[in-house]
């Protein structure tokens, strides 16, 4: 399984448990690590056969933009499930990243890994 991979996404969304932070918008930054088979799209040099990743940075743009979830991990989970389901992706890392949420300029968030790297046929 080969690996594409968005980094550095920074959306602004409504994320927090406070009620200050239900006020306002905060930029988290996202990096995605997504499993897909490459060889039909290098053989063909088709964006027919690969994971189109202009369109998955719209989608999850679109999505970070209009979510308003309490936690990180919430945001994460959901992101995590939309992506493998509405892509077809086996396997997935995703890094939410909401700087200066415990000070300023410090990086503080959630990774997790969904799914498996392994082809139906190697499990």
């Known amino acids: 399984m080969d690996i594409i991979f968005l980094q550095g996404l920074q959306i602004d969304t409504v994320i927090g448990i406070y009620e200050w932070e239900r006020q306002i918008r905060q930029t988290v930054i996202i990096d995605l690590e997504m499993g897909h088979d490459i060889r039909e799209a ?6 027919a ?6 369109a998955v940075y719209d989608r999850v743009s679109s ?3 209009e ?4 936690l990180v991990e919430t945001l994460a989970e959901r992101l995590c ?3 493998m389901h509405e892509f077809s992706i086996p396997w997935v890392r995703l890094t939410v990243n909401k700087r ?5 300029g410090i990086d503080v968030g959630i ?8 082809t139906p046929a190697e499990r």
């Open 81 to 83: 499930a939309l992506l």
């Open 111 to 118: 990774r997790i890994e969904r799914g498996s790297l392994q």
């Open 42 to 47: 290098a053989l063909h040099d088709e964006i």
């Open 100 to 104: 200066g949420a415990v000070g300023a």
């Open 67 to 70: 979510s308003q979830f309490g």
């Open 63 to 65: 999505f970070v933009r």
């Open 49 to 54: 056969h690969t994971l189109d990743y202009k």
